[in-house]
């Protein structure tokens, strides 16, 4: 049984553009050559440094090529996907990698040493070189490609963030009237209703000024948190009270597996306007009402917290461009900077965020969080 999976492996790498309109006998020659690799998700395949014996082959699943661009921090170069191949440039040069190489979700690659593309180059050179010449120009496509959306995002957030700062001061006289409102009526009112609707008021006006100064933070590449030690039901609290209470209005939902109970380490108000934003994006994704359900757990003394909805998911070629400033998934084609203001707060806390997503049965937000000295 293993073995007939091993020759359906190789037979899967048969079908690479490297190996395009290379006879038969050929790749009866190449194939049992070839290592086979199941790489998981965020598995690393090879890191900026290693040497570069092999080169690449994507038969099933997706590889993001990056390099590291400031502390805790990659700059994506691209996605390689099934049917393509990566790690040839090193190969040729005769070089250390200059990039690294990690499966983006669980993949099948295969590896081919120098001495077997040795053999490829005198058994089929024309057709070789071709197929290399090809898959160049088709990555200096999408490099220039790539160049050209940086460019344009580098543009609108700094255009989104000349807006942000001028909203901020033109929000500064209506929020404090706003404000001085809301105290008066809470003041003045005994009803218990006027009350509350004088309170939300005051928290939607509080948000909105708090998401602006969000995106601020985030255009000029610094999100600074004021943490302090919060109890995992201070915070449903508190977001229960800014968003948790829309969503029965939205036939949807909201289940707490709670099973980590303690504290955690947060800016309060700006950790509760991440998980608003990702409880957002499930609103948006389940039009019709579904399922939100929030997870507390400690695992290896990290505190994880997830969110998971029951919408239609997100196709594995958009998962990884979530965290892109404009970029939008499949289903709420919404552009915006949502998600990779999430990251960044997470990020701020010394955390990390990750996003899983199955295609017609929902998405799941994981954050993690160092668990406090204190705990």
């Not at 359906?8 to 290592?35: C, H, M």
């Not at 290693?50 to 080169?55: K, R």
């Not at 255009?159 to 500064?172: E, F, P, S, T």
């Not at 600074?224 to 919060?230: A, F």
Request: charged share 25%; proline share 5%; glycine share 8%.
């Amino acid at each position: 049984m293993k073995l007939a999976q091993q020759v359906r492996d190789l037979e899967s790498f048969s079908e690479n553009r490297l190996f395009e309109g290379l006879d038969a006998e050929v790749l009866k020659k190449i194939t049992p050559k070839i290592g086979v690799l199941q790489v998981e998700a965020g598995g690393v395949i090879f890191r900026e440094g290693d040497p570069g014996d092999s080169l690449y082959l994507v038969a099933e699943g997706s590889v993001k090529i990056s390099r590291p661009a400031a502390p805790g921090d990659d700059e994506i170069i691209g996605y390689v996907d099934p049917g393509s191949f990566f790690g040839a440039t090193a190969l040729l040069a005769g070089e250390p990698r200059s990039v690294t190489a990690t499966a983006v979700v669980p993949a099948l690659i295969g590896a081919v040493k120098e001495e077997t593309f040795q053999q490829i180059l005198e058994l089929a050179p024309s057709r070789v070189h071709m197929n290399f010449l090809r898959a160049i120009t088709d990555r200096m496509r999408r490099v220039n490609a790539q160049f050209m959306r940086e460019t344009v995002r580098a543009e609108r957030l700094r255009v989104a963030g000349a807006l942000a700062n001028a909203m901020i001061q033109d929000l500064k006289n209506p929020v404090c009237i706003a404000r001085c409102c809301s105290d008066l009526i809470a003041s003045e009112s005994t009803d218990p209703q006027l009350r509350e609707l004088s309170n939300m008021l005051s928290e939607t006006v509080n948000g909105i000024l708090g998401m602006t100064l969000d995106l601020l933070d985030y255009t000029r590449g610094s999100v600074s948190v004021n943490k302090r030690l919060v109890s995992i039901w201070r915070l449903l609290d508190e977001l229960n009270r800014r968003s948790l209470h829309l969503l029965s209005i939205k036939k949807i939902d909201f289940i707490k597996h709670i099973r980590y109970q303690g504290n955690i380490e947060i800016d309060l108000g700006r950790f509760t306007r991440a998980l608003g934003n990702v409880i957002d994006n499930s609103i948006q994704a389940m039009p019709a009402g579904g399922i939100i359900t929030f997870t507390s757990d400690l695992v290896h003394e990290e505190i994880v917290l997830r969110l998971s909805d029951t919408g239609p998911g997100v196709s594995p070629e958009v998962l990884p461009r979530l965290y892109e400033p404009f970029e939008s998934d499949e289903h709420s084609h919404r552009a915006g900077v949502g998600l990779a203001i999430v990251k960044a707060i997470v990020e701020a806390h010394h955390g990390r965020v990750s996003i899983a997503s199955v295609p017609g049965k929902g998405t799941t937000v994981d954050i993690r969080l160092p668990k406090p000295a204190a705990e």
